[in-house]
């Protein structure tokens, strides 16, 4: 699986909109960009995930860049509980999961 | 939906004894299975991936016979720490893939703490 690169963190202001970027330049055509989400000492969350169109849903948007080597994630309004380890995984179809660094995201009232 | 929980959330053991950690997928069939852990600010690591009736591929590195995984029916895997030791104290979180989606969702995660 493509490897990603993620800043190691990020502050953001709450209820302001909250912009995660994410490289993955050498991803190949059959694998998909997917976010996950860990608040501390729980498992991960599933947020979004998309292989070359933008993607919306209740939690976030992301949007993938027509060459897909680089993805951002939106949370449209940021709230205290979204402060939370950011994962972008590149996967294919085997669907195994490699978990990087990730972005630490702090929301600040 | 997709919900995953795993039992226990947390124990506590002495070194030599084994320990049984249950994952079950609570409203989907997951004919996929995963078994993850992670040390103290650290990210996860794959252990071992599990189908439903066969046996478990283990990631390099990850002892088969120390970790053995069962994956019985479509909402139940089951991982066993054998003769647990001090090092083997972490995170130890599952998740469960659909048959038909790509996505994995993930249980609540299980600590163990072995003395």
């Known amino acids: 699986d493509a490897k990603t690169t993620q800043p190691p963190s990020m502050d953001c202001a709450e209820g302001r909109a909250a912009n995660l970027p994410c490289n993955h330049s050498?991803?190949?055509?059959?694998?998909?960009v997917y976010w996950y989400r860990q608040i501390h000492s729980q498992g991960p969350q599933y947020i979004i995930h998309?292989?070359?169109n933008n993607e919306t849903n209740e939690m976030a948007s992301l949007i993938i860049t027509e060459d897909r080597k680089s993805s951002t994630l939106i949370l449209p309004h940021a709230t205290l509980r979204d402060t939370a380890v950011y994962y972008c995984?590149?996967?294919?179809?085997?669907?195994?999961?490699?978990f990087g660094a990730g972005t630490t995201v702090t929301v600040r009232a | 939906g997709a919900v995953v929980s795993q039992h226990p959330s947390w124990v506590i053991c002495k070194s030599g004894t084994s320990v049984k950690i249950e994952c079950r997928s609570l409203d989907f069939q997951a004919t996929t299975m995963f078994w993850y852990r992670q040390f103290p600010k650290q990210s996860l690591m794959l252990m071992a991936t599990s189908n439903e009736g066969s046996k478990a591929t283990y990631e390099q590195g990850v002892e088969k016979d120390k970790f053995l995984i069962n994956h019985a029916s479509l909402t139940l895997s089951t991982l066993t720490v054998t003769s647990a030791h001090p090092e083997d104290s972490s995170f130890y979180i599952c998740?469960?893939?659909?048959?038909?989606?790509?996505?994995?969702?993930f249980g609540p995660g299980t600590r163990l703490l072995v003395l």
């Open positions: 998740s469960a893939g659909t048959s038909y989606g790509e996505t994995q969702y």
């Open positions: 998309g292989l070359k």
């Open positions: 995984i590149a996967s294919s179809n085997d669907y195994k999961l490699s």
């Open positions: 050498t991803i190949s055509g059959n694998e998909y």
